[in-house]
């Protein structure tokens, strides 16, 4: 049932008891000023269902980014990749409940971090039948927090993907422990659990400073300390690239990541249990889908003008960049806006993939365009179609947030460096991580794609 | 042991001065192997061309290498690279000599395309051929 039938008995019901009928009068109960509150148990049950199910979306888009990632990197890492990604989300959600959760919502009151504690669970208003008042929460509290847990995921999943084929498994779990309990939550905190940048007036709708950005801040320091894949660049600053395995996956990917979008921004309305609600949704939802057809467009037409060939990978770059590009205001863009805000991000994937190269900075799938760059041109985009957002109080955002990112990540990725190493050897390297990590091979039945 | 059949003294056998077995050797000498490296999109029409021919049989490889076309640019994320080896089709065909002329001129009229990447025609003498099934020797083989 949806809230537009919701709203319809309400009305039938008033319209009944003032004993008038006829579908004039209804249409004019609908509009008129005298339109019913949802219940709030109604309400509950709706948020509810809105993050459970947006939730499912999200935790979806770990899919997006193992298959991503799998068709992006050469047969021999092609198991690491799927490994990574599947533990990955596995410490995410446990970090999460040992200490991510509190450290980003619970007593943050304007300050810079909230609690160290587990999370716990706290349904005893709903329970009691309590919907409304001070105590009430709109929502289960299970929901919520599974909501929240899938969007550490996705910043952890950003990692994997620019530093693989080198860095070590271990090194790697270690850093996604880190990230996903304690950096994460900390800068989210700012934000998202009530701190101090959400008091300055920063606006991050769904996350493209706090999930995209921190991944893509946290997968930059990485690649610059874990260094290039070997001979990746030669001396005289020529690239050799080293072409995906399997487009069709990483074309797959990227599907699923647009579909699980959906939940992303759509779910970060944080509520459904109105028709105000449901539009806004619904209005997320257009736009997220433009945004990314726009960075695909752009993407597709810019590289045939500067290759006088289309690249596919970058095409889907394109789609991803886009996506980045409006998560932080998905809400508040026209149609069209929202498809020139998807096609710049598109833009900057184009421009990006190369020059990160002449930087000899070693992004595998192009995690660093995608979700830094476009992370940060969206979340500066904001104060163009939003009156309560200002580009001082954006760009205080991006950057308060990008310098405890690097600083953090960096001392982590040198403390592994010194203590266990974070790279393979060359010799490992060479025979790719699958056989020498995990002991086995993605595809045993395949002849190389580079052989001979 | 009859002609056209094969003894456990292999290919040996025909350097003995025995006049059956000189016989057979000249028998022999009259089949020949076509090596021909293609572009793999022409392999069916080469193959529907040849067959009316009386071609029994071909053997049929994967390959890369270059020739005069070298590799080809490719680009991948906005960096272009060379591959060095393009893949081609090669097919083995063990015939008599009788057949070679108009295999060989078929095949380079069907393969050819006339760009750079056609390919190229081998043809090789034959010492010997050996049906598995029966030990038949020499051309009863092919």
Redesign the interface.
């Known amino acids: 049932m949806t809230i537009e039938n919701l709203k319809h008995m309400f009305s039938k019901s008033a319209a009944r008891m003032a004993g008038v009928m006829g579908a004039a009068v209804l249409l004019l109960a609908m509009s008129g000023s005298a339109h019913a509150e949802v219940p709030g148990e109604s309400q509950f049950v709706f948020n509810t269902f809105s993050f459970l199910v947006h939730g499912f979306l999200v935790m979806w888009m770990a899919a997006g980014f193992a298959m991503l990632e799998a068709g992006l990197v050469r047969t021999k890492n092609t198991a690491m990749q799927c490994l990574k990604n599947v533990t990955l989300f596995s410490i995410a959600s446990i970090m999460y409940y040992l200490i991510g959760y509190n450290l980003m919502y619970d007593g943050v009151d304007g300050g810079f971090m909230g609690s160290i504690s587990l999370w716990g669970q706290d349904d005893s208003a709903a329970a009691a039948g309590k919907f409304v008042g001070d105590d009430a929460v709109g929502y289960s509290a299970a929901s919520d927090f599974f909501f929240q847990l899938v969007f550490v995921a996705t910043a952890a999943s950003i990692v994997s993907g620019t530093v693989a084929e080198r860095v070590k498994l271990w090194a790697f779990l270690i850093f996604t422990v880190v990230l996903t309990g304690i950096i994460y939550p900390i800068q989210g905190s700012w934000q998202w659990g009530g701190g101090w940048l959400a008091e300055l007036g920063f606006a991050d709708f769904a996350g493209s400073t706090l999930v995209h950005s921190t991944g893509g801040w946290a997968a930059l320091t990485g690649a610059i300390i874990i260094g290039a894949r070997t001979g990746k660049y030669s001396a005289d600053g020529t690239?050799?690239?080293m072409?995906g395995a399997n487009l069709p996956l990483a074309t797959l990917g990227t599907f699923i990541l647009w579909l699980g979008w959906f939940g992303f921004n759509g779910g970060s309305q944080l509520a459904m249990g109105s028709a105000a609600d449901a539009i806004a949704i619904s209005n997320i939802y257009i736009n997220t889908n433009i945004a990314a057809a726009g960075g695909v467009v752009a993407t597709v037409i810019l590289t045939q003008l500067?290759?006088k060939?289309v690249?596919l990978?970058?095409a889907l770059n394109g789609a991803l960049a886009g996506l980045v590009s409006i998560t932080a205001g998905p809400d508040t863009p026209s149609l069209g806006m929202a498809m020139i805000i998807g096609a710049i991000g598109g833009v900057i994937v184009?421009v990006f993939?190369?020059l990160l190269?002449k930087l000899k900075i070693d992004d595998v799938v192009?995690a660093i365009p995608v979700h830094l760059v476009a992370g940060i041109w969206g979340t500066m985009a904001v104060p163009l179609t939003n009156s309560d957002a200002t580009f001082y109080a954006q760009a205080v955002g991006v950057v308060s947030i990008g310098a405890f990112v690097i600083v953090t990540s960096a001392v982590i990725w040198f403390v592994l460096k010194m203590v266990m190493g974070v790279r393979v050897t060359p010799e490992e390297e060479e025979s790719g991580l699958d056989q020498t990590e995990c002991g086995l091979e993605a595809y045993p039945e395949f002849r190389g794609s580079q052989t001979? | 042991m009859g002609p056209g059949t094969f003894s456990s003294a292999g290919v040996g056998e025909f350097r003995t001065p025995d006049r059956d077995v000189a016989k057979k050797a000249e028998r022999i000498n009259e089949m020949k192997l076509i090596m021909a490296v293609i572009k793999p999109f022409k392999l069916e029409e080469v193959r529907e061309a040849l067959t009316p021919l009386g071609v029994e049989g071909m053997t049929v490889s994967e390959v890369k290498g270059f020739g005069r076309q070298k590799g080809q640019a490719e680009i991948y994320r906005g960096a272009e690279y060379m591959v060095n080896f393009l893949p081609k089709v090669k097919l083995e065909i063990a015939v008599k000599d009788d057949l070679v002329a108009s295999i060989v001129e078929t095949i380079q009229k069907t393969a050819q395309t006339g760009k750079i990447g056609d390919g190229k025609v081998f043809v090789y003498s034959l010492e010997q051929a050996v049906r598995i099934r029966t030990g038949e020797a020499g051309a009863d083989a092919l």
């Open positions: 690239v050799r690239p072409p500067i290759y060939k690249d990978t970058m184009v993939v190369p190269d192009g001979i």
